[in-house]
């Protein structure tokens, strides 16, 4: 699907799909382009969804492919806002290789999947965050950050042991407040944000029961609630 202007989409729920030779394939690699410089996308109470989640229920099983979000100018920026008092959420397996500026919800939802932030630098104020929660062995959920992040939205883990956020990408100008009420905050790049840190059920265990953690790779450093230089 492409976009060429800016719209709105409240109440609308969009998932990825692609057309193949039998028909629409859920667990194909279908793509949102945007087509234009500073479009924005306007929502309430809407979302936007990649494909379902792998799991031994053999739904998926393969492994979904994901969705993209992209630009047809490779540097031309998407705005996705939240409009309400219900916010517009994107979630699930998307690859967002877009420049973006995030004044909605992004993450991964109840379902799980792999959403990867990667190609453009992303901004913000809205919400980055990982909602997933097992209900099956082969099912995962990853928010993977592979470029800068920037701006003051909230990161929040949530819900599940096994919900992880991982940074793979250096994110140093960062302003939002980071929440990590159950799952896995994974820091594999320097990442500071002025904002505050709320880390709630923390145990001394690993596995299943590993409540909440936050892992710093060697010679790499994370700072909260101070200055960013």
């Not at 904002?195 to 710093?216: C, F, K, M, P, Q």
Request: aromatic share 8%.
């Amino acid at each position: 699907m492409t976009v060429y202007t800016s719209g709105d989409i409240d109440g609308a729920c969009i998932q990825f799909y692609y057309q193949n030779g039998s028909g629409l394939a859920p667990c194909g690699a279908g793509e949102l382009r945007i087509a234009g410089n500073d479009v924005t996308i306007t929502g309430e109470a809407a979302s936007i969804s990649g494909a379902p989640n792998a799991g031994s229920s053999g739904y998926c099983a393969q492994g979904p492919n994901p969705g993209l979000i992209t630009t047809v100018g490779l540097a031309d920026q998407v705005t996705f806002q939240s409009d309400g008092e219900q916010p517009l959420t994107v979630y699930g397996q998307i690859d967002v290789q877009a420049k973006l500026v995030n004044n909605a919800r992004f993450g991964v939802g109840r379902a799980g999947g792999v959403m990867k932030l990667s190609g453009y630098p992303k901004a913000g104020n809205g919400e980055w965050f990982n909602e997933f929660v097992r209900s099956d062995p082969a099912q995962v959920g990853v928010l993977e950050v592979d470029v800068e992040v920037g701006g003051s939205a909230t990161w929040r883990i949530s819900d599940d042991p096994d919900a992880v956020i991982w940074i793979k990408a250096d994110c140093t100008a960062l302003t939002g407040d980071v929440e990590v009420s159950k799952g896995l905050l994974q820091i594999d790049a320097n990442f500071c944000t002025t904002g505050e840190l709320t880390v709630e059920g923390v145990n001394n265990h690993l596995g299943s029961d590993a409540g909440s953690r936050i892992w710093v790779a060697r010679e790499k450093s994370a700072s909260f609630g101070g200055s960013c230089q």
